[in-house]
């Protein structure tokens, strides 16, 4: 079975900090994505990945960035989060473009 | 870039009764894969299907079926003697590229004992 493991379910931070969201995937999967879903809003890119240090800009790139520095890891950072960022992120990855996502349980930021 | 509508915000049924959850689509890509998740209560979203665009067949996996129409852009998704289990949220996707998927708002489906 894929999994994708997410640090931490629940996250609250201060407005300014910096904030580091971990995923991992242990199915060597090439693509892994960062989304973030609001109520009535569904779910919104933020950051994808390709391959190891490969990056591209989702719908909604600004305020984070994102590092991956191994294959199985794909990490979302908050430069300087504020209270706007608070939300579940969910991180996902896929072996291929045709192939389904496969989601990791999510991280609820609660940024006060 | 897709777009995808999926115009019911909620739906509530009794327990037993069919419930079809509508999605309708945008996309410029003669290529593209479409997508239904799940997500419970418990919020991890769970594959449910995959559909390529050149396969028009409809599918069904026992309670589950879809239809796929590309004449009209859409991809609807039919529960059968729903159960209370079947209360969750599902979202529609269809991708195109190499990017990620492109969701809809979601169908929060509440069935009733």
């Known amino acids: 079975d894929v999994k994708v493991t997410q640090s931490s379910r629940y996250l609250v931070k201060r407005t300014g900090e910096k904030v580091f969201l971990e995923c991992v995937q242990d199915m060597d999967h090439e693509n892994m994505f960062w989304y973030r879903q609001d109520p009535g809003l569904g779910l919104r890119l933020i950051y994808f990945s390709y391959d190891v240090k490969m990056k591209e800009k989702g719908d909604i790139p600004e305020g984070y960035s994102v590092s991956r520095e191994k294959k199985e890891r794909f990490s979302l950072i908050l430069e300087s989060a504020s209270t706007n960022q608070t939300s579940m992120y969910l991180c996902a990855s896929t072996k291929g473009d045709s192939y389904e996502q496969y989601f990791g349980p999510g991280t609820r930021l609660t940024v006060t | 870039a897709q777009k995808v509508t999926q115009a019911q915000t909620e739906i509530s049924v009794v327990e037993k009764e069919d419930v079809t959850l509508d999605c309708v689509y945008e996309t410029r890509d003669t290529t593209y894969y479409l997508f239904w998740y799940k997500q419970p209560p418990s919020g991890e979203l769970v594959f449910l299907i995959r559909r390529n665009s050149f396969d028009e067949q409809n599918e069904i996996s026992g309670r589950y079926s879809w239809n796929f129409q590309k004449s009209t852009s859409s991809f609807n998704f039919t529960i059968t003697a729903s159960q209370v289990v079947d209360s969750a949220v599902y979202f529609c996707?269809?991708?195109?590229?190499?990017?990620?998927?492109?969701f809809g708002k979601g169908t929060h489906l509440i069935i009733q004992p």
């Open positions: 996707a269809p991708r195109g590229g190499a990017d990620g998927l492109t």
